[in-house]
């Protein structure tokens, strides 16, 4: 399909980053590193509570566990890569390298999607099944749930990663971008792109908008069964629950969309830069905070395990 050549042809690739301005890249270090470390020590927070506080040994915790850690990793992916060039001379990475980079972030964003679906059916489940819940969700769906989000985001990447690295690069070698991302390295491919786009937009279609079309169905559900409840108090408790999880899946799709799911010719650079630093960076900073601040039991949690609340192990 492919010229046998192509992977000899380049043996590596230089990111160009965000700026070739010494001083400019000091203080994006700090920013960017500051961010970095507030990510991890938050998701790994929420991955310490939910361990060690029974009370949070439910499907809806679990999931939110399993939220955390890909965040985690989705986040490391790229930021210590990032960080290392912001201060070195020489910003290259190998061809084995972008391979890997690429097919890890693919596979975590993709499994990511696949757990937003997750999660909005365990609060359709919730929601409009509350006293047969544990029994639904009981804990070998749950595992065989998260299971399956890391086997299809990791299965679907490998398809991905594939048709672009298989590409023929033979020059120019210098990717614009941070981190090796799909449509910014296909654009270095030495032979007409068009089949391959079209095959790649084709699965982002099949991970993002199948994703979205359930969680929407879901909502669907949720809303009319919401609805029917005829306290007002109970209804805003029973959309509070469902608050956290739209706004994380707002902040990871609208800019994901975006980046794949989009004419050619609206393709800028730095723009989707900036766009990929906000779902792949800031999202995984802002899901802990969301989830945080708006839930009376990981709050609790928090204040148990540093010994200020009510110790009832």
């Not at 040994?57 to 985690?72: A, E, I, Q, V």
């Not at 399956?148 to 120019?172: D, N, R």
């Not at 391959?196 to 879901?218: G, K, R």
């Not at 650079?269 to 900073?285: C, G, W």
Request: glycine share 4%; with cysteine; proline share 4%.
């Amino acid at each position: 399909m492919f010229p046998r050549q192509n992977q000899s042809w380049v043996s590596e690739f230089i990111l160009i980053g965000f700026s070739s301005d010494p001083t400019t890249n000091s203080i994006l270090f700090i920013v960017f590193l500051l961010i970095y470390l507030n990510s991890v020590l938050g998701n790994g927070l929420i991955i310490m509570l939910v361990c060690l506080d029974t009370q949070l040994h439910t499907p809806m915790y679990f999931f939110l566990c399993t939220l955390s850690l890909l965040d985690m990793s989705y986040v490391t992916t790229t930021m210590p890569q990032m960080l290392v060039h912001l201060l070195a001379h020489s910003q290259t990475i190998s061809f084995a390298g972008c391979w890997l980079q690429m097919y890890m972030f693919s596979a975590l964003g993709i499994a990511e999607s696949i757990l937003f679906v997750v999660m909005a059916y365990d609060r359709y489940v919730a929601i409009c099944y509350p006293l047969r819940y544990t029994v639904i969700l009981n804990w070998g769906l749950c595992i065989r749930l998260a299971a399956g989000t890391w086997i299809c985001g990791s299965f679907s990447s490998l398809l991905h990663t594939f048709f672009t690295m298989s590409l023929p690069y033979c020059g120019p070698k210098r990717v614009d971008h941070y981190f090796c991302e799909g449509p910014s390295v296909r654009s270095l491919a030495c032979m007409d792109t068009h089949l391959i786009e079209m095959v790649d937009l084709v699965l982002s279609v099949f991970v993002v908008v199948t994703p979205i079309s359930l969680i929407v169905a879901s909502y669907i559900h949720i809303t009319k069964a919401i609805l029917k409840i005829k306290s007002t108090q109970a209804r805003c408790k029973a959309f509070s629950t469902c608050a956290s999880h739209l706004t994380v899946v707002t902040f990871f799709y609208i800019p994901a969309i975006y980046i794949y799911i989009r004419p050619n010719s609206s393709y800028s650079p730095e723009r989707d830069k900036q766009i990929s630093l906000f779902y792949n960076v800031f999202t995984a900073l802002l899901n802990p905070v969301v989830y945080s601040l708006r839930n009376k039991d990981i709050k609790r949690a928090f204040l148990k395990v540093m010994g200020l609340g009510r110790m009832d192990w």
